[in-house]
């Protein structure tokens, strides 16, 4: 058995079946266990008052379902895969489990957002917000099974820089080109400077470690989101994954994630990696998270 593990929530949906073959594809390529993982969520003392308790019947045909994706998949990836079920709140079942075997990885799908101000689907988001460990979402249908231009959005924060080893990771994975990204307001000559020598500093470091990389300062409007403008670097390299920072690292130092973190895990058509800073020892301002 691998080291590393992957763990692959599965509710058997479309869409969770995408995201499947994108970890088997990750999976062969860092040499990693997969660990399907189905939740049956528990009833409400109501429901359980009034309905036949059918719950080990339920388990055990989710686990039989689960053995035979586990089969189908290990046998045409060459990938050790475990199965288990468990029974409660999604998202605290994924995050449990996840600590419990030490995932360095977890790849869920996501429907995003079902309709105009809504944010993304409540467990994926309460996955990302909670979990130690970085969370790959995809939500659409058609990926490429390789990656050939990562986008690494960077602001200010110290925090940010947190995600170029993981972007290093991943680009020699596949040979490809990390493409950093920072947006400055127009009339922001001060930030201008700063940012450029932030994304040059980090452009240097990148190329020093022997992967390919590019830099671009993307200037900007207030009245446009900066998830917008990250969509539109994206589309210019036609890009295969988005990697972001997930925590607002407030006063409260709250597991809150960040407006636009949020916006672009809910409306990328690309994965995103969400990456949640380490845990600080003293108390920062805001940050958009990026």
Known sequence: MSASKILVPIGFSEQSIVALGQAFNLAKIKNSDIVLLSVIED??????????????????????????????????????????????????????????ISADLIVMGTNGAKSKGK??????EKVVRSSKCPVITIKGKDH???????ILPLDLEKQTKEKVTYAL???RYWDATIRIVSVVLRDNNEVREKLMRNIKQVEKFVLDAGVKCT?????????????????????KFDADLIMIMTKKEELTLSNNISVTARYIIN????????????????????TTAF
Do not use: W
Not at 215 to 235: A, H, I
């Open 119 to 124: 944010f993304i689907g409540s467990n994926a």
């Open 215 to 235: 830099s671009e300062l993307v200037e900007g409007e207030k009245k446009r989101t900066l998830g917008d403008f990250v969509f539109d670097y994206e589309k």
């Open 43 to 100: 009833q409400s003392i109501m429901q359980s008052l009034f309905l036949d308790d059918k719950s080990d019947e339920l388990k055990s045909r989710v686990k039989s379902k689960l053995e035979g994706i586990a089969s189908e998949y290990s046998n045409k990836y060459g990938v050790d895969v475990d199965t288990m079920v468990a029974k409660g709140r999604v998202y605290e079942e994924i995050n449990e489990v996840a600590d419990m």
């Open 169 to 171: 990771e991943y680009a």
């Open 144 to 150: 490429r099974d390789g990656c050939e231009n990562i």
């Open 267 to 286: 409306n990328s058509e690309i994965p995103v990696m969400s990456i949640r800073p380490k845990e600080a020892n003293f108390i920062t301002g805001p």
